[in-house]
């Protein structure tokens, strides 16, 4: 078995020597968190050093991606003459996890400075696969590493997550090129011909150009530049982002390629050109470029909110709060052919502040994300924080005020800072909104909704799609119904008369980790008849709740809502098929087993799209 890594010894019994200050979350902000992030559960900052002789850990392989793998398994074993019930496993990279990595902050400070101030990626109870732990004090663990440009190593803690010991430290693990390009992200461009793709790496511009070489498939390729982005922790708003959950976020790079081919299958990789004149490489992906607005053709989209993140070994789990994640990531995984679009709106990976599961997150969906374009929304996990900017003056980010989001991911808005824009794709229109800042009327934000709503040709373009992070329209759910308003407040009085009057189709919600479906309505009234198919002239908006993706549950109001069709407390997604521009399929698929749940055709013709609904016309007068 391994001994303690004797260097990070040395570090942990200079740490006291070197003033540093760290900042964990507030009880109140703990208790928002808590539930969402299961590394707040960890109190990183009162670790107690108590190395033992008698405890080992020990990790292999030690080095991974041999064959430019961006994720592996490894074991970790595991030898405590001492065991107890909540004794725990944290990974920590980099491997060396000591006060170089806090932080001075005038927000808090302590009494002494902590051994440990930065939380660790994942953990687990030494427990975990062996029951028997605590009788003969040996296990072994699994772990799933993912390359995050650094080493790794493994620590062994008593005394729970509050009130946690270091007992022993592992051997160092690392990949063979830490800083390899990985996880690329594809997403439309500000041109219906356009795709952007953005990934992650260590290369900071200065020592490499980052591109992608890209082409038809058969066909020479070309090499289109890449601009790279990143953050520190200035850049961020509060803790714990700022402080125990801070880890440098790597290198993150967009290209563009554009005059793309319609409908046309492309091949491309990602790639860095070193300064010796060598290259790194990714593996290489597809991708098939967009449809021109308004080609009738077969369109496939995929619409859900709020995913989480869980990891496949097993780790960070608390109060089964994320399970759903992985299901979701699945189904669409196997369903990959059957899709061209992915839409996912708003409360990505639930990271509030921790940002090293922004990269556990870009590594769950990189099967979806680096063959569609994904399309995000920003929610209040994403963006919230006090003083901040954001229209809800609350902490539901950790701290991270939008910056991580903005960054890992292209959106074609004409500011990522607000998160707004309108996408093209075929027949359909989608006007993607940020809730999380002002939407009334008179907003900078208002003014954007009603030229994307506005500027649509609904000859050619149909399919006419809002969505937003909170619940503007109708929701069944119980916090909402105790509030009296079924939405969130001003989000109908503002904006449904937007809805009617460029006659949106559907308008999507997450925020409510559910799904609801609503009957054609305005103004609190059914304004059309019929469950299953809808024909003609529709008359209002059809309002769904797709907020099942992954994360914890949300419960219904007993109170009975006329307006709601069907609702499933379990997580889901929906799926839209355009056959052509008067014909559209609505599907509710549950993330379980892929299987149709809810389901509605809408048939109709162009001349419905123009006819008069109520408060949808402008007023008219007779020539004199």
Known sequence: ???????????????????????????????????????????????????RDSASIFASPSLLGKNDEDTEWITVELVNKDPAEDDWVGVFSPAKFNDSLCYPTLEDSYEESPYICTAPIKYKYANDSNPYYTSTGKTSLTFQLINQRSDFSFALFSGGLSNPKLVAVSNTIVFANPKAPVFPRLAQGKAWDEMTVTWTSGYNIDEAYPFVEWGWKGHAAMRSPAGTLTFNRGSLCGPPARTVGWRHPGYIHTSFLKNLWPNTLYQYRVGHLLEDGSYVWSKTYYFRASPYPGQESLQRVIIFGDMGKAERDGSNEYANYQPGSLNTTDQLIRDLPNIDIVFLIGDLPYANGYISQWDQFTAQVAAITSTKAFMIASGNHERDWLNSGSFFNVQDSGGECGVPAETYYYVPAENRAKFWYQTDYGMFRFCIIDSEHDWREGSEQYQFIEKCLASVDRKHQPWLIFAAHRVLGYSSNDWYAKEGSFEEPEGRAHLQKLWQKYKVDIAFFGHVHNYERTCPIYQNQCVKDGKSHYSGVVNGTIHVIVGGGGSHLSQFTPTNTFWSLYKDYDWGFVKLTAFNRSSLLFEYKKSRDGEVYDSFTISRDYRDVLACVHDGCEFTTLAS
Do not use: N, W
């Not at 391994?2 to 507030?26: D, E, M, N, Q, W």
């Not at 009880?27 to 108590?50: C, F, R, Y």
């Open 1 to 51: 078995m391994g001994k303690p890594y004797l260097g990070l010894v040395a570090l942990f019994r200079v740490v006291s020597s070197l003033l540093c200050f760290i900042t964990s979350p507030s009880a109140s902000a703990a208790d928002v968190h808590g539930g969402e992030q299961p590394l707040a559960k960890i109190a990183i900052h009162k670790t107690v050093l108590a190395l």
